[in-house]
């Protein structure tokens, strides 16, 4: 049974240019959430999605940042116009059950490493 | 809103002894599910241990359990016989369990060195 799957794991961007991030959800998981971890810090939440929809983005930047989660495919997290603050490791978890139901454990992909130039 | 604790940036284990890192959070929920979390070198995040806030037993999973002081808002990790796979960041987690989102939030996390 593969676990969260993510690609690319380092990706290198230069400022201004686009960087999309893929992101499979276990097999049977149909929840997905993507955080980011800023060197020497603690992940932080940026968007909970289910397929076809977004649940919550309240950690999502306003600007450049957009999420999604199509019937078919991976998730994707995409950022636009990248600058160099945009550098840090970018995780997606998911995980099978939904709010107001019992709660499930969130299991983590390896990461998307993204530096800026 | 809900913040985790960490107030440990660094701790240090001799192998095969004991280790306890230390953790508190703040909310004003009574059902939540805290974890923690652990990230070796290579960057992967890794479950530990999970524990619902309604059950009063501590967590164990075999070299790992927690101390769960729900009044104290403190949640403890004990690693029992420490090895030196077990050096990792550690990071612990709360989730509300009716937050719409489900999303977790990280406490700075704990970097543990095993030394040999």
């Known amino acids: 049974n593969a676990g969260v799957m993510q690609n690319p794991r380092h990706l290198v961007r230069r400022r201004g240019q686009e960087a999309r991030l893929r992101c499979s959800p276990m097999k049977g998981h149909s929840h997905v959430y993507w955080y980011r971890q800023l060197p020497e810090e603690g992940l932080k939440f940026m968007v909970y999605l289910q397929k076809e929809n977004i649940i919550d983005e309240s950690g999502m930047p306003k600007e450049r940042f957009s999420a999604e989660f199509p019937k078919e495919g991976p998730s994707i997290l995409r950022i636009q116009q990248v600058v160099r603050g945009d550098s840090a490791a970018y995780f997606c978890?998911?995980?099978?059950?939904?709010?107001?139901?019992?709660?499930?454990?969130?299991?983590f992909g390896p990461g998307t490493r993204l530096t800026v130039l | 809103a809900q913040t985790v604790t960490q107030s440990q940036p660094e701790m240090s284990v001799q192998e095969a002894e004991t280790v306890t890192l230390s953790c508190t959070y703040d909310?004003?929920?009574?059902?939540?599910?805290l974890f923690w979390y652990k990230q070796p070198p290579s960057r992967q995040m890794i479950l530990v241990i999970r524990?619902?806030?309604?059950?009063?037993q501590n967590a164990t999973e075999n070299r790992f359990s927690v101390n769960f002081q729900k009044a104290a808002k403190s949640f403890s990790l004990k690693i029992s016989d420490s090895q030196l796979g077990d050096a990792a960041m550690y990071f612990c987690a709360y989730r509300w369990i009716y937050n719409q989102g489900g999303k977790l939030i990280f406490g700075q996390g704990t970097e543990l060195s095993v030394k040999p």
């Open positions: 909310t004003s929920e009574s059902d939540y599910y």
């Open positions: 978890a998911s995980s099978t059950t939904r709010t107001g139901e019992r709660a499930d454990t969130q299991y």
């Open positions: 524990q619902e806030a309604y059950k009063q």
